[in-house]
């Protein structure tokens, strides 16, 4: 199987890390896989600000970058359902385009979910021992049923102890440009998820969209909290050159 | 009631620091969240009734008006008398009217949010009559002047404290903190004035075309009351709350006490349909029914329309973790919480609303719960378009969101300016690999640390051959 | 233009040249009932528990004969005033011989029992259906404290949907009021902690019976 990865403007510019985890899980999982080059953002803050035109015109740049693979992966929840879902009816005037939105938004996946459902990966690359907990982010969550697929992939490693933190799926405050337009809210928030993981003693905190782990990590630090590790799913499954210690 | 949206940021802001507000905050969540949650784990069949609901409550919108006339022509040949409102001014004027044609003086009030959307009971006060509010969380809010919190539980911001004050200074009696005697109290003091009432006011949870009915889902028994022994009821309520049959109102019954606070069904469901019979003993000889339009029918045809189905159960809110943090009073109206979100702008205009569609993740809890299937988050953001088409946002926050855009189109100078944000936010923030603080984005910064970039983009690394 | 036309024609024109309405009519006249749960096998028994977790007291009586003794002892229990208002239907019953004094007339502020039968019970929820009428004063099972109420077990619905019928079948107009009671008054507006004992009823007995007026070709107790 032939595929693209969607690297996501976030994973590029904070934590590559995360990028190769996610290539070196897709090669174990059989797949050939390209990175488009002039990739940059899938245009969800703009689409959720409700600049409209502005999504639109990058979403066309992303159908055009990435139609004709076999599949596209995002390390990343919410810009695998910024193209699943919502990339379609931003050309609900255009015919054409939404014909190639409706292509290649079909075959977009989250990560976690297609070394699930698509190219299931049997074998996880990475080692990790002890205890984790795990945080749903909510596009993943809710708008593409992700939830089961990172708890399946991370039972197949045996020394990963999952300890599930209470209300595991309320969102942890980030929302993109809400973390800082409604700062003091968005920081309750994440106070609140961190309060949940510090209640469940786990060694580290794990989530699939790098958005959430960037508000958590940041609000954890500033509570004095420096020895929660913060991980990337694709990080902790693919380990590797002493990623995850 | 006046709007107040615009100060939601400095009202959050007060609200978040405010630590009895946020103890009373967090019963909701063991009440009404759990609550909910065992409810609906009762009903096997939750989602083909949740499919249900949405669909009655679509069907009634694509014939709205067919429905609502014959709503009015069965309880018109019912002997009611029906009413219609395009304002909130108009239902003022036509309930002090109707007050006025049968010579009512003292009047008790059962809770209706459409009433607080009119600002009905300062109106008929302005008129010279007594208003009293029985249902004991609007009497609570009536004793302390303020406006109700949520749609539901109207006095979830006060603690028994509070109540008790408040009780001791109206009541003159000695004062007690016990919730038991507090609720004792209330009806000692409230039961003559509804046995001394001419008039009752109420809204309605549905209206029932089939039949002319009004629906009236009650606990405390309060509408029973008003609903009984006064010679006059009248009931006020918005054009959207008809329903098709007494069957759908079955339907929409198994999930609204369910959603709300996690009741199987409520107290009392009163159907309520005409005046008293010749012989019949009790009930009213008036039956006055005022329906509103404010705003509600322009929503009809528009990406908007969704927001009608809503019965006001109060899960959204509940469920929120915006509202969870910062309770009802901040989204500045009657309606708080996503549901608010959506109504307050679509009702009261954009311009005086500006933050609320923005106060929130969308993450989508809200739509997850909601017995009706609104899409609240897609409706949020149809209000944030709606607010860019008409240039109603902040320049800097427009000029921003272009700039990324532009540059995300272009992507040898985006790879340029990733490069340089990365290098330079890496060293900044030197060996701890985070930073306190970053000019522009103090939102963030004030209460949490940035983690530092890498230092390379994911981008420049490939292309130098890194594959693992 | 009225407010009333203009709302109309606003909602009208809203429609436009959209999908042409379902017929409204036809579907009230059809009223088909939305997905019902499954009940068990045994109403009764769904009934008591469903009554029972909201705080109602629930008792069996093989008779109507049986009703007065089962009321008295319900009272004196709770050392409540052995004195009652009642529904008209109810009245022959032979309360004295309990030790109770029952009138048949609208209750009034100071009545602290109010005796009732019921039109019918629903046992998915525990609920009592209640009808306006000459004979069936309201606040008989509203104002006082205790509400009594005599259900005939014949009259044990499933669902409320099997209720609507049953009142379509046996009365040509709806009442006034159809009034659903699921227990003692409650609230739980003070710190949404419940406390039972609002404005109405503090509490409720309900008495099935196996036998009753209903059964018997009488309707004159299931009003």
Request: aromatic share 6%; with cysteine.
């Amino acid at each position: 199987m032939r595929l693209a990865l969607f690297v996501t403007c976030l994973v590029d510019l904070m934590r590559p890390s995360i990028g190769f985890a996610a290539l070196r899980l897709l090669e174990a999982a059989g797949c050939d896989v390209v990175v488009p080059s002039t990739q940059t953002c899938c245009g969800q803050p703009g689409y959720n600000a409700g600049d409209r035109a502005a999504a639109a015109a990058l979403a066309r740049k992303v159908i055009g970058e990435f139609d004709g693979c076999d599949a596209v992966v995002a390390p990343s929840g919410s810009c695998a359902a910024m193209i699943r879902v919502h990339y379609p009816a931003l050309f609900d005037d255009d015919p054409t385009m939404r014909a190639a939105a409706e292509r290649v938004a079909g075959r977009t996946y989250e990560l976690t979910d297609f070394l699930v459902n698509v190219a299931p990966l049997q074998t996880i690359p990475g080692r990790y021992d002890g205890t984790l907990t795990y945080h749903d982010s909510c596009a993943g969550l809710r708008e593409l049923g992700v939830q089961a697929q990172p708890r399946a992939l991370l039972a197949r490693m045996p020394g990963v102890v999952i300890t599930e933190m209470r209300e595991s799926t309320t969102c942890c405050g980030f929302g993109g440009t809400f973390s800082v337009k409604f700062g003091d809210l968005s920081a309750h928030m994440a106070d609140n998820k961190c309060a949940h993981i510090a209640q469940t003693g786990a060694a580290a905190i794990v989530a699939g969209d790098l958005g959430c782990l960037l508000n958590i990590e940041g609000r954890l630090r500033r509570r004095g909290d420096l020895h929660t590790r913060v991980w990337h799913i694709a990080e902790v499954l693919a380990g590797d050159d002493g990623v995850c210690r | 009631m006046q709007v107040t949206a615009l100060q939601f940021k400095r009202r959050a802001a007060e609200n978040l620091r405010d630590e009895n507000l946020q103890r009373a905050l967090a019963r909701l969540q063991t009440k009404f969240v759990n609550g909910r949650a065992a409810a609906i784990a009762e009903l096997p069949d939750y989602g083909s009734i949740r499919d249900a609901a949405a669909e009655i409550r679509d069907r009634v919108l694509r014939d709205l008006d067919g429905y609502l006339r014959r709503f009015e022509q069965q309880a018109t040949a019912r002997g009611a008398v029906v009413h219609w409102a395009e304002s909130a001014a108009d239902v003022n004027r036509i309930v002090a009217d109707i007050a006025a044609q049968h010579g009512v003086r003292r009047i008790v009030k059962a809770k209706s949010m459409v009433s607080e959307e009119c600002g009905l009971d300062d109106a008929l006060a302005a008129r010279g009559l007594d208003v009293i509010e029985t249902d004991l969380g609007e009497y609570i809010l009536q004793l302390a002047h303020e406006p109700p919190s949520h749609i539901v539980a109207p006095v979830v911001h006060k603690s028994k404290e509070d109540v008790a004050d408040l009780f001791a200074a109206a009541h003159h009696r000695p004062r007690t903190t016990e919730i038991r005697g507090l609720c004792r109290e209330a009806r000692e003091v409230l039961r003559p004035r509804f046995l001394a009432a001419d008039m009752g006011i109420t809204g309605a949870n549905f209206l029932v075309a089939e039949t002319g009915s009004v629906v009236l889902v009650t606990n405390e028994g309060n509408g029973r009351l008003c609903t009984t022994l006064p010679r006059v009821h009248v009931a006020v309520t918005g054009i959207e709350k008809v329903v098709a049959t007494l069957e759908d109102t079955t339907t929409l019954l198994r999930l609204l006490p369910r959603a709300a606070t996690g009741q199987s069904i409520t107290n009392y469901v009163s159907l309520l349909t005409g005046i008293k019979g010749e012989d019949e003993g009790d009930g009213p000889e008036h039956f006055h029914i005022v329906l509103l339009d404010n705003g509600r029918s322009r929503l009809l045809g528009t990406e908007l329309q969704p927001m009608l189905r809503c019965i006001r159960c109060g899960a959204c809110m509940n469920h929120c973790p915006v509202y969870q943090g910062i309770g009802g009073h901040a989204y500045g109206w009657v309606y708080p919480g996503p549901m608010g979100a959506v109504l307050t702008p679509a009702f009261v205009g954009l311009e005086d609303t500006l933050d609320l569609p923005h106060a929130s993740t969308l993450c989508g809890e809200c739509a997850e719960v909601c017995p009706v299937k609104i899409p609240l988050p897609d409706l949020l953001r149809h209000l944030r378009q709606q607010q860019v088409e008409r240039h109603l946002r902040p320049w800097s926050e427009r000029a921003a969101l272009r700039a990324w855009a532009w540059l995300a189109r272009h992507p040898a100078l985006y790879a340029t300016g990733a490069r340089v944000v990365a290098r330079a936010l890496h060293l900044f923030a030197g060996r701890k690999g985070r930073l306190r603080y970053l000019p522009g984005v103090s939102g963030w910064t004030h209460e949490r640390d940035l983690p530092a970039p890498a230092g390379r983009t994911f981008r420049d690394l490939y292309r130098a051959g890194r594959r693992r | 233009m009225s407010a009333r036309e203009t709302i109309l024609a606003r909602i009208a024109r809203a429609r436009g040249a959209g999908a042409a309405p379902e017929n409204a009519e036809e579907r009230i006249r059809r009223h088909p009932r939305g997905p019902t749960p499954r009940s068990g096998d045994d109403p009764l028994r769904r009934f008591r528990e469903q009554a029972v977790g909201l705080r109602s007291d629930v008792a069996g009586a093989a008779a109507l004969a049986e009703v007065p003794e089962g009321v008295a002892g319900y009272l004196r229990e709770r050392q409540l005033p052995m004195q009652a208002v009642s529904w008209p239907a109810l009245l022959a019953l032979d309360w004295r011989a309990a030790g109770l004094d029952a009138q048949a007339r609208a209750a009034c502020g100071d009545d602290a029992v109010g005796i009732t039968g019921a039109f019918a019970a629903i046992a998915e929820t525990g609920t009592l259906m209640l009808l306006s009428g000459p004979h069936t004063p309201a606040t008989v099972s509203l104002l006082p404290e205790t509400h009594i109420a005599v259900v005939e077990r014949a009259r044990i619905v499933a669902t409320m949907e099997e209720a609507w019928d049953r009142l379509r079948a046996e009365h040509a107009a709806l009442p006034r009021a159809v009034t659903f009671i699921s227990g003692p008054s409650r609230t739980a507006d003070i710190e949404q902690t419940i406390t039972l004992g609002a404005h109405g009823p503090y509490r409720v007995f309900i008495i099935v019976v196996d036998d009753g007026p209903t059964s018997a070709g009488r309707p004159s107790a299931a009003v």
